[in-house]
Nanobody, 119 residues
């Protein structure tokens, strides 16, 4: 079992920056692919950024060049540095842990943290 706790959300003006953190407790953090998703009101949850257990990253086209995902396996934490924020980045940001193995799939979600970007 993995518990994920996000922090770092808040209200920021357009063009500003925020850094989200997701602290994981439980076991085997380093064996999970980690990701950030977001959900705006009335919209489906969408992938923002993912980092594999090997450190490979991928981003949604809408955030490329502005957001950076990273992980610290020693601290069991994944980060999302968000720069040049836009009002359309507003939403609830969720941390996701995903592990697929021969034994099956284990996926966990955090409770979410609100990000609001004012114009």
């Amino acid at each position: 079992q993995v518990q994920l706790v996000e922090s770092g959300g808040g209200l920021v003006q357009a063009g500003g920056s925020l850094r989200l953190s997701c602290a994981a407790s439980g076991t085997s953090f380093s064996f999970f692919d980690m990701a950030w998703y977001r959900q705006a009101p009335g919209n489906q949850r969408e992938l923002v950024a993912r980092i594999t257990m090997g450190g490979s990253t991928n981003y949604a086209d809408s955030v490329k060049g502005r957001f950076t995902i990273s992980r610290d396996n020693a601290e069991n934490t994944v980060y999302l540095q968000m720069d040049s924020l836009k009002p359309e980045d507003t939403g609830v940001y969720y941390c996701n842990a995903d592990r697929r193995s021969l034994g099956g799939r284990a996926e966990y979600w955090g409770q979410g943290t609100q990000v609001t970007v004012s114009s």
